[in-house]
């Protein structure tokens, strides 16, 4: 009969197994995925480390006023003083005061590698400080209001100021213009270098923030966002 017939060619190519497929052991798992299943999640503190005081910083979000150095020391800059905390030892120093009553900090920022301090003042000016031997080092002008933010790559300094203006110091340079960028049309309170120096990001209370890239010069930035 037909269903004989059928049984037959079953036999055939699967013997006397009553299903086409089994398993006799459970499918590996893999043991990275086994691992990552007992990962726990890693909990975040719900208090702060240290709470230092800050009785002169100054209430105004478009200024820069802590920096991170590479060997844990932070600086602060409070009204016209820049204090370092190490945070290995605790100790607190001062390192610079401006000397005039009407000039205050508005911007710090630790050169990448090295003992070096960019300040950005409310003069217009931007200053590098050696924080070793606490000697000031250069004192640069180049812009006619205050220097809201800093940015280091390599032996460049970019400063961003009130005036709309970023300009591209040489530390190494007897005169360390390098060059002007004039592009925003607000005061330039955010900069940053990409880690291998060949794009700049700008940004400025006009809404806009510009990507700068080096080897097609400042006249216009390769991106911007509004």
Known sequence: SRKNYTQEIFNLCFGNRTRSLSFNDKPPVDTAIRKSKRR??????????????????????????????????LAVALGATVYLW????????????????????????WAQQGQYLAVGTSGGSVQIWDADSGKR????????????????NGQIVSSG??????????????????????????EVCA?????????LAS????????????????????FKCT
């Open 191 to 199: 900069l940053s270098w990409n880690r291998n120096g060949s794009y």
């Open 137 to 152: 080092l250069r004192d640069m002008p180049g812009h006619s209001e205050r220097v809201s933010s800093l940015s280091w």
């Open 161 to 186: 100021a009130r005036d709309y203006n970023i300009v591209n110091h040489d530390v190494s340079k007897v005169n360390p213009i390098v060059n002007i960028i004039s592009h925003h049309s607000g």
């Open 86 to 109: 190490n945070s290995t030892t605790g100790d607190i120093s001062e390192l610079l005061s401006l000397p005039h009553d009407d000039d205050y900090v508005c911007s710090i920022a």
């Open 40 to 73: 726990k999640i890693r909990a975040l503190p719900d208090l702060p480390e240290r709470i230092l005081d800050a009785p002169d910083i100054i209430d105004d979000y478009y200024l820069n006023l802590l920096s991170w150095s590479y060997d844990g020391i």
């Open 203 to 222: 940004g400025s209370n006009d809404n806009t923030f510009s990507i700068w890239d080096v080897k097609a010069g400042y006249v216009e930035p390769l």
